[in-house]
């Protein structure tokens, strides 16, 4: 297989490590080769966290703009900032919620609306999931996308044990059995 390129963006406090590494696990429980590296920046203070994963013979985990075949956001303004990354026919999969960063709640920029997010899809050919769904808890997010990825196998080879067993590894039981509701709602309603 060539490589496969994976770009998540997020805010701090969104669970991209934890996403992150449950789909690094997955990859690795598929047999895979996979190396990732996480950026954390201002991540305590609610600013741009990210996580690069690559798959197959690759010699870095850094993802370049413009060559990824897959980006996961957590939010709307962070699914345009991570659309610069995608390659033209790649897939963007986000979480349709705004944690509207400091310029907007300032008035500086007006928040990022899911028609713009559709409008720059559309025009690079890029395959879109919007997700949103009810949730018990909003560091579930990360999960219902996770399931969107696990329905339409939007990562090669990577099969939903794969997902349930790195799950598994990462959370205690009672955090598991939540979670796993969550992952499994999203593959049904999406």
């Avoid at 013979?57 to 996961?72: A, R």
Wanted: neutral net charge; contains cysteine.
């Amino acid at each position: 297989m060539r490589s496969f390129s994976i770009f998540l963006i997020g805010v701090g406090g969104q669970g991209i490590g934890l996403l992150s590494e449950i789909i690094a696990r997955a990859i690795d429980y598929s047999g895979q080769k996979v190396l990732g590296v996480d950026t954390h920046g201002l991540a305590q203070r609610g600013g741009v966290v990210s996580s690069h994963i690559k798959i197959g013979e690759v010699h870095s985990p850094l993802v370049i703009p413009g060559d990824v075949d897959l980006v996961i956001a957590l939010e709307r303004h962070e699914a345009l900032r991570g659309l610069s990354y995608l390659k033209s026919g790649g897939t963007l999969v986000y979480y349709d919620t705004s944690w509207q960063p400091l310029p907007v709640r300032l008035g500086q920029e007006k928040e990022v609306k899911p028609e713009e997010i559709e409008s720059v899809c559309r025009n690079n050919k890029v395959r879109l999931f919007r997700v949103w769904m009810d949730l018990p808890d909003a560091r579930m997010q990360n999960i219902a996308l996770l399931g969107v990825v696990a329905k339409y196998s939007l990562i090669p080879n990577v099969l939903k044990e794969h997902y349930l067993k790195a799950m598994a590894d990462m959370m205690s039981e009672k955090v598991y059995e939540a979670n796993l509701s969550v992952f499994e709602r999203s593959m049904e309603v999406f």
